[in-house]
């Protein structure tokens, strides 16, 4: 009962929700999130945490970049000992969707998080003047 309670504490909050929709159009490196969604690295990593230790997301590491994607298997994780059809009436569409999602910018071409790097300082020292 704990894993479905902290299944859905993970649901009730608007920027994991928003991280879980981004994910659900591509896999993204932390440096295409943070870019979306206008927050530091520690705010999303700490997210990002959060939706791993429930399932809903796993991660992928290649050299020195993480790739982040949904989780297909959720369901049957948090919901062990659930009705297999019920569970498969929610796995299903996700897998589906799932199956054709592009890869992140930053697997073909790895300057990609340098660049937002760049870009996000220019922007703060903009505002500072």
């Not at 020195?64 to 959720?74: N, R």
């Not at 589906?96 to 999602?101: H, V, Y």
Request: hydrophobic letters at 35%.
């Amino acid at each position: 009962m704990k894993k479905i309670a902290e299944f859905y504490k993970a649901l009730g909050d608007e920027v994991r929700l928003k991280i879980l929709q981004m994910l659900s159009e591509q896999e993204m490196c932390v440096c295409e999130i943070i870019e979306r969604l206008d927050m530091s690295q520690p705010a999303v990593s700490h997210h990002l945490k959060i939706l791993r230790q429930v399932g809903l997301v796993k991660d992928s590491r290649e050299g020195k970049w993480i790739y982040y994607s949904l989780h297909d298997g959720v369901f049957q994780d948090v919901f062990q000992g659930e009705d297999l059809e019920i569970i498969k009436g929610y796995a299903e569409p996700i897998r589906k969707k799932l199956a054709g999602l592009k890869p992140s910018r930053v697997r073909t071409d790895p300057s990609v998080c340098e660049r937002l790097s760049e870009k996000k300082a220019t922007e703060k020292l903009i505002d500072k003047n």
